[in-house]
T-cell receptor
Framework: GAVVSQHPSWVICKSGTSVKIECRSL??????MFWYRQFPKQSLMLMAT?????????EQGVEKDKFLINHASLTLSTLTVTSAHPEDSSFYIC?????????????FGEGSRLTVL | AQSVTQLGSHVSVSEGALVLLRCNYS??????LFWYVQYPNQGLQLLLK??????LVKGINGFEAEFKKSETSFHLTKPSAHMSDAAEYFC?????????????FGKGITLSVRP
């Protein structure tokens, strides 16, 4: 199957700093990537949909100035949590769908656990 | 709009016993249905998918699911549980296979396997 890789897997930062999480499709071109947030013992909450070369579409209630998403190439999307606060601590997961592999399913990255002190 | 209901939050079975994880969906259009598994601190891995072909779908690790339109269900089963099956399982529904089509996830079910 297709491989999606996220980096970093774990990140700890101080309150007020910004953190960037990368999501790469390693063996296919991802025209669309999705960013999710997952709280402990809960389901995935879709934050935004990003399409290569255009602005991300954010879900209702997600602050676009807080969670900056860039999808500059067909293999890379980034999520930047700006001025992070403890309530932003969470597990962030990206997923991708695209190209000849687009048969409906999403391929997920390993996730990035953010802890804001 | 689509939605998924996964009743209960936790299922516990003995090793070697049948695994049954329930999923009911709601969709205004013919649905595409998926089961994903998540191990601790990892992303999601696709177990199987229904995309309007055969109603009985076989996936990885011995899992299978049957699409029943009359019951709006897509329950996941495995004849004999292994310890390694302990994980979180998510059912998801989509309206299409288009690039921008969103997956809507259920809240997930934790499967525990007793020795």
């Amino acid at each position: 199957g297709a491989v999606v890789s996220q980096h970093p897997s774990w990140v700890i930062c101080k309150s007020g700093t910004s953190v960037k999480i990368e999501c790469r499709s390693l063996d296919f071109q991802a025209t669309t990537m999705f960013w999710y947030r997952q709280f402990p013992k809960q389901s995935l909450m879709l934050m935004a949909t990003s399409n290569e070369g255009s602005k991300a579409t954010y879900e209702q209630g997600v602050e676009k100035d807080k969670f900056l998403i860039n999808h500059a190439s067909l293999t890379l999307s980034t999520l930047t949590v700006t001025s992070a606060h403890p309530e932003d601590s969470s597990f962030y997961i990206c997923s991708a769908r695209g190209g000849s592999l687009s048969t409906g399913e999403l391929f997920f990255g390993e996730g990035s656990r953010l802890t804001v002190l | 709009a689509q939605s998924v209901t996964q009743l209960g939050s936790h299922v516990s079975v003995s090793e070697g016993a049948l695994v049954l994880l329930r999923c009911n969906y709601s969709s205004s259009v013919p649905p595409y249905l998926f089961w994903y598994v998540q191990y601790p601190n990892q992303g999601l891995q696709l177990l199987l998918k229904y995309t309007s072909a055969a109603t009985l779908v076989k996936g990885i690790n011995g899992f299978e699911a049957e699409f029943k339109k009359s019951e709006t269900s897509f329950h996941l089963t495995k004849p004999s549980a292994h310890m390694s099956d302990a994980a979180e399982y998510f059912c998801a529904v989509s309206a299409s296979t288009g690039a921008n089509s969103k997956l809507t996830f259920g809240k997930g079910i934790t499967l525990s396997v007793r020795p």
